[in-house]
């Protein structure tokens, strides 16, 4: 059975750091391109970042630019999101969705809601004072 299971979500400060875990179950990540997406309250969930399979590539959304950082380690079919200088408006439930990548497409065009099938349950981000 397939399954991805995000963990690390949390309540933080503003300013704090957090960082998320993507684990695959059922398959391995190796040849799958990975990325981290998050839905707020009353809002269509967007793209924060993904990375190619070989995670020589990366894309990041421009709102968290500089301030997250994808990683994976494939040995421990494992993918991450570093997340820094977290702000208010960062809040929302953080899912990972893995999708085989596509040789007609970057990894910034994969990086929509609609181009990956297999999604974990979401952890929860808030940011609050």
């Known amino acids: 059975q397939v399954q991805l299971v995000e963990s690390g979500g949390g309540l933080v400060q503003p300013g704090g750091s957090l960082r998320l875990s993507c684990a695959a179950s059922?398959?391995?990540?190796?040849?799958?391109?990975i990325g981290w997406f998050r839905q707020a309250p009353g809002k269509e969930r967007e793209g924060v970042s993904c990375?190619?399979?070989?995670?020589?590539?990366?894309y990041y959304a421009d709102s968290v630019k500089g301030r997250f950082t994808i990683s994976r380690d494939n040995a421990k079919n494992t993918v991450y999101l570093q997340m820094n200088s977290l702000k208010v408006e960062d809040t929302a439930v953080y899912f990972c969705?893995?999708?085989?990548?596509?040789?007609?497409?970057?990894?910034?065009?994969?990086?929509?809601?609609?181009?990956?099938?297999?999604w974990g349950q979401g952890t929860q981000v808030t940011v609050s004072s």
């Open positions: 059922g398959f391995t990540l190796d040849y799958y391109v």
């Open positions: 990375i190619s399979s070989s995670g020589d590539s990366t």
């Open positions: 969705a893995a999708e085989p990548p596509t040789w007609s497409r970057t990894v910034q065009a994969m990086c929509v809601t609609a181009a990956f099938d297999s």
